[in-house]
């Protein structure tokens, strides 16, 4: 079957869709972006990723292509067309090509943004055999740029990060800064100690995760204690579990870093019960 696609206002064949080669997404990276999973033909946590990308644009100064509302009415027009019941609509704002080549950016308000979704299919998404043997992880220097908060097609580094735990047969990396895990090359990462869930603070050096939001309040919730702050690699070693967070992955456990094994071994019985709330009451409020 073929998949239609969103482009600039248009529902349209995959094969059809262009974007002009000015476009400053291809040259100069100038665009954002959110990912949001489809569970049960559902949006989860759709209002948490329109309130991010609205952050985004307005800290790269760029103009919204259009309301929530109607973002809301193509992400579900995309799903019903392209039958999804579990997977993923990945969404796409760009400063659009305003002319030639150029560092300098136009004023936001004359410069006609680009606007682009589409759909990936992910049958199982939510019964990941991943949840049930848990990642290994591999450490890895951060060398990204200093706003991690903004959600930008920036990507380069993270693949490269992906692409090295691969290579040492792993499954991803977590990045470390000044002796400190920031996060995974697409998730936020997080320890467990007793009853204790660790996590670095919010601010420019990691992205504000809407999965990482969700479940901070349903563990608070479910009585575990939160505390945000910085941990290293060592401290996560020596931690009884580990897991991280994302609009596709949910909860995953981490049961391995850097060759170390994190607790038993095995997926820790926080980071599963966190997997099972999430999922569950992310459903319940899935639009």
Not at 89 to 111: H, I, K, M, N, S
Not at 247 to 255: D, E, G, I, K, R
Request: proline share 4%; glycine share 8%.
């Amino acid at each position: 079957m073929t998949r239609t696609v969103y482009v600039n206002g248009e529902y349209l064949p995959e094969h059809e869709a262009k974007v002009s080669i000015f476009d400053r997404a291809f040259l100069m990276a100038d665009g954002v972006y959110e990912v949001t999973s489809v569970l049960d033909g559902k949006l989860i946590d759709f209002a948490g990723h329109a309130a991010r990308l609205e952050r985004s644009l307005k800290e790269l100064d760029m103009r919204a292509p259009c309301d929530t509302d109607t973002l809301l009415e193509v992400h579900r027009e995309l799903v019903r067309l392209n039958g999804i019941e579990e997977g993923l609509v990945y969404l796409q704002v760009t400063r659009g090509a305003p002319g030639d080549r150029d560092f300098v950016f136009p004023d936001p308000e004359t410069t006609e943004p680009t606007l682009v979704l589409f759909t990936q299919n992910k049958p199982g998404l939510a019964d990941s055999p991943a949840a049930k043997t848990g990642m290994r992880i591999i450490s890895i220097e951060d060398q990204r740029w200093g706003r991690r908060d903004i959600k930008t097609v920036q990507l380069l580094y993270p693949s490269m990060g992906k692409m090295m735990a691969k290579k040492a047969g792993a499954d991803d990396a977590w990045m470390v800064e000044d002796g400190f895990v920031t996060e995974g090359t697409s998730n936020n990462a997080y320890i467990v100690k007793g009853n204790k869930i660790i996590t670095r603070a919010l601010s420019n050096d990691i992205l504000h995760g809407i999965t990482r939001a969700a479940v901070l309040r349903f563990a608070r919730e479910a009585q575990m204690e939160v505390e945000e702050r910085n941990f290293s690699i060592e401290e996560a070693q020596a931690a009884d579990e580990a897991f991280v967070t994302s609009a596709s992955a949910f909860v995953m456990p981490v049961v391995e870093i850097d060759g170390v094994a994190v607790g038993a071994g095995t997926p820790g019985h926080r980071a599963v019960r966190l997997r099972e709330i999430y999922l569950d009451e992310s459903r319940k409020a899935a639009v």
